[in-house]
């Protein structure tokens, strides 16, 4: 079982200069945890090299970005991209004349998701030919490395890759009920993941969100050849999520977003991790705190323990730096709302006996229950009903603070991590907001 390990102090100051080098390897789509990662590299005056997942066209087929599509995703990095599809996950591989997997769920119905099968042999076949075409577009992608990063460069490759929901129109109805279902509209996950579409999203969730992080640490071993028996490094990074420590009437606990079924896809990741660091291959996943973004939309509630943010930020970091933030946050309420009362029906849900019972840091991921998921949507309703705008909400503040924070903490700590997996929860975001280091990030 994965050890629990939250970063206590503050990493020192990496080793990373000018003319050393980021690799991201995840196509960047608008703000979020990736972009803490970049800007520290930036501001410390590293060269930030980006990838893509390519782009399907009409009948189906993987291609580069073409001229407009690279130089939007060059702007958005604000680096060079190196235009390799990397596309992850199978779900549109067609092997042997066989209809890909998205395709035989085309005229699939949400109803009925406990008795859909697949052909026989074509979901181990997609897989094998998805995980085949990735590896060989990793060959090439070490090969532009090797090209366009000197020899004297530090390097950190940093995993971005998450989720694998199969492109098919039967699973949003379906996750819908799961994320967001009360009543008879309530799907309960564990009912769903023991299904055999849910079990093809565990497979396409391995796949995309784990198994591609050790595809990239084999399939970059020539760079760490090149650069064995110099000072130089190679390090490598990756995003997890294993729950997070946020405080709760006034103690610091961990809690986790339920149902997080993507949580058995990260726990894989982990456990990649500690394989390659056991392998002598500075590897960490990095566990951060909940976010608000697009993608995570779906998971309404997951926002519920980013409130309490506020109160570690003025714990960790003083009044003084938290009072502007507060305030930029009262803004953003109804009148007659405050902060204060904000953080108190968010404390109120973290603290419930509901959530006791289910979360256990022993048994992670927990699946839902019909009680347990109402409570929560109920909360970050009656939360969210407190802004004065839904378009603008603390949420958006405060993960912005937390891309930012993290990825500062995450490219320090990977010049010499000491452990495969670490949590950055509250307590050390309000830590580097109290030091210098966290200058600009409030």
């Not at 100051?13 to 990736?34: H, N, S, T």
């Not at 784990?210 to 760490?224: S, V």
């Not at 997951?302 to 009262?330: D, H, K, M, N, T």
């Not at 509901?354 to 979360?359: A, C, K, M």
Request: aromatic content about 8%.
């Amino acid at each position: 079982m994965t050890e629990y390990k939250p970063l206590q102090h503050l990493p020192e100051p990496a080793g990373y200069k000018a003319g050393d080098v980021l690799v991201l390897v995840g196509e960047l789509f608008g703000r979020g945890y990736a972009n803490g990662l970049i800007d520290e590299a930036r501001r410390i005056g590293m060269t930030v090299i980006g990838t893509t997942v390519g782009r399907r066209d009409s009948d189906g087929s993987l291609r580069p970005l073409n001229t407009e599509e690279c130089a939007d995703a060059e702007a958005l990095l604000g680096g060079t991209i190196i235009n390799i599809p990397l596309e992850a996950g199978f779900d549109m591989e067609s092997v042997d004349g066989v209809p890909s997997i998205a395709e035989q769920l085309k005229k699939a119905r949400p109803d009925d998701f406990a008795t859909i099968n697949f052909i026989e042999g074509s979901v181990e076949n997609a897989r094998a030919a998805g995980t085949a075409r990735f590896r060989s577009n990793l060959a090439l992608l070490q090969s532009e490395l090797l090209q366009r990063i000197p020899a004297d460069s530090n390097i950190l490759i940093a995993h971005s890759m998450a989720g694998g929901i199969p492109r098919a129109r039967v699973f949003m109805p379906l996750l819908n009920r799961i994320f967001k279902g009360t009543g008879d509209k309530y799907l309960a996950s564990g009912v769903f993941w023991d299904s055999p579409l849910g079990q093809l999203c565990n497979a396409s969730f391995n796949e995309v969100t784990a198994d591609t992080f050790r595809y990239l640490i084999e399939g970059t071993a020539a760079l760490r050849e090149r650069n064995s028996g110099s000072e130089t490094r190679v390090c490598y990074s990756a995003y997890g999520y294993h729950g997070t420590g946020v405080l709760v009437n006034g103690e610091y606990r961990w809690q986790s977003y339920t149902p997080y079924v993507q949580g058995f896809a990260k726990m894989r990741l982990e456990d990649i991790a500690f394989e390659a660091s056991a392998n002598g291959i500075p590897a960490t996943v990095y566990n951060c705190p909940e976010i608000q973004t697009n993608s995570s939309a779906l998971f309404l509630g997951v926002e519920i323990s980013l409130y309490p943010l506020l109160s570690a930020i003025r714990r960790e970091a003083g009044a003084e730096i938290a009072a502007p933030l507060e305030a930029r946050c009262q803004g953003l309420l109804k009148e007659g709302e405050t902060v204060a009362d904000l953080l108190e029906r968010a404390d109120c849900y973290l603290a419930s006996p509901i959530l006791d019972q289910i979360e256990d840091f022993s048994t992670w991921p927990q699946h839902n229950t019909r009680t347990q998921a109402e409570l929560m949507l109920a909360s970050s309703a009656q939360l969210m009903e407190m802004h004065a705008d839904q378009k603008q909400l603390v949420c958006a503040e405060l993960s912005k603070i937390v891309f930012l924070a993290t990825g500062r903490l995450m490219l320090h700590y990977s010049w010499n991590p000491t452990a495969a997996t670490v949590w950055l929860n509250h307590d050390i975001i309000g830590r580097l907001l109290a030091d210098q280091r966290g200058a600009g990030i409030v």
